[in-house]
């Protein structure tokens, strides 16, 4: 089974833990950053959206140029883009990057952040409409003559791209945790995205999402995508201390407490939900799957972590692996020190076990290399 991996992009030093505040790009940080995810090992790096975010096409675009081979995973709302338009500009970074192109759409898990935008459809209208974007982006790749489209969220006449994409198509991702998500994904999505929950529910959620690729008429299924926040050192002692010097900076964010979910106004959207539901039966899962990170952040995104060693975590990954999960995302708290120490030390380790597996038809022992004598441990 081929395993890939995937991380975030970020474009300035600040992050959760060191609690920086700069909205600027800064150029020097963004391609060391790129490079970093690259010579780790990394296949993908997800250039997220937000409101208030920097334009993810102009930053995945920009990473291209400073990386061979890594894929650029670009997040996208359908209210802040017509599909036409997206569809030449994902195209174009496709040419632009040597065929790397990734789409991960966004339905929106919060009312109040889309109507930042000024989109005011319900939940299940804006699957319905991201269903139809999708649709619509595939015409756009593949139709070589002018077609038109009378949709309930599109319109339009006699639309043709010239700009198709390198390999014919652009791999498309989809993500959430309800009925409507499994539903859009698992008919359309090439690749559906989970965040990190306990190996039980993470089962169920796969099969959801295959049930739902059968019953669209598909013969294959969505590649599945999970992802954790892991809090990793040499040891397991060292990791949770670590764990915990993260777990107060959480709580406290930047320049003071930060507000807490308390279960008075629960989130809107289905996965912070379940994060959060999760989290309040108990603080550890299975052989790593750590939850307070999600209780103090609110769930607001992928919040789960795995805390161990290096061989911890990496056995943890391999459990969700052995479920049928081919793309782990794993993205740090203090993002670039963590995604040194993911590259030198976790997926080596993963990728090891594999390899081993295909060569023998038999599951090893999980073994970290020594650390170099030179080796920063960020713990």
Do not use: C
Request: hydrophobic share 35%; glycine share 8%.
């Amino acid at each position: 089974m081929t395993v890939e991996f995937i991380s975030a992009i970020n474009v300035n030093p600040s992050n959760e833990v060191n609690g920086l505040a700069e909205p600027a790009v800064d150029p020097a940080f963004l391609r060391r950053y790129a490079r970093t995810l690259e010579d780790g090992g990394f296949d993908y790096t997800l250039v997220p959206y937000g409101s208030s975010f920097h334009d993810p096409f102009t930053i995945a675009a920009t990473l291209t140029q400073h990386t061979e081979r890594i894929k650029p995973i670009v997040a996208l709302r359908p209210n802040t883009v017509y599909p036409t338009v997206a569809a030449k500009a994902l195209a174009t970074l496709d040419q632009v990057s040597g065929g790397r192109a990734v789409v991960h759409f966004i339905a929106g898990g919060s009312d109040k952040e889309q109507a930042r935008e000024g989109d005011r459809l319900s939940k299940t209208e804006r699957y319905a409409r991201q269903e139809e974007y999708i649709r619509i982006l595939r015409r756009a790749w593949t139709e070589r003559t002018p077609f038109d489209h009378a949709g309930d969220y599109y319109s339009f006449e006699d639309f043709v791209s010239h700009v198709k994409p390198v390999n014919g198509t652009i791999p498309i991702s989809v993500g959430g945790s309800s009925d409507d998500a499994y539903r859009v994904g698992g008919a359309l999505g090439d690749i559906f995205g989970l965040w990190g929950e306990p190996l039980t529910e993470t089962q169920h959620q796969i099969s959801r999402v295959r049930e739902e690729a059968t019953r669209s008429g598909r013969v294959d299924s969505p590649r599945i995508w999970v992802t954790f926040r892991p809090i990793v050192a040499p040891t397991d002692a060292l990791a949770w201390e670590k764990a915990h010097r993260v777990l107060d900076i959480l709580k406290q964010g930047p320049g003071g407490p930060r507000r807490r979910w308390d279960g008075g106004g629960a989130p809107a959207n289905v996965g912070s939900q379940r994060l959060l539901e999760i989290a309040a039966r108990k603080d550890l899962h299975d052989r790593a799957l750590w939850t307070p990170t999600a209780t103090a952040t609110g769930a607001a995104g992928a919040s789960t972590a795995l805390v161990g060693s290096y061989e911890t975590v990496a056995a943890a990954i391999l459990d969700y692996v052995d479920l049928g999960a081919d793309l782990i995302s794993i993205r740090g708290y203090d993002n670039l020190n963590d995604a040194i120490d993911y590259g030198r030390y976790i997926l080596p380790l993963v990728r090891q076990e594999l390899a081993h597996r295909e060569r023998t038809g038999e599951r090893g022992r999980v073994v970290a290399q020594p650390p170099l004598e030179n080796d920063l441990v960020t713990s």
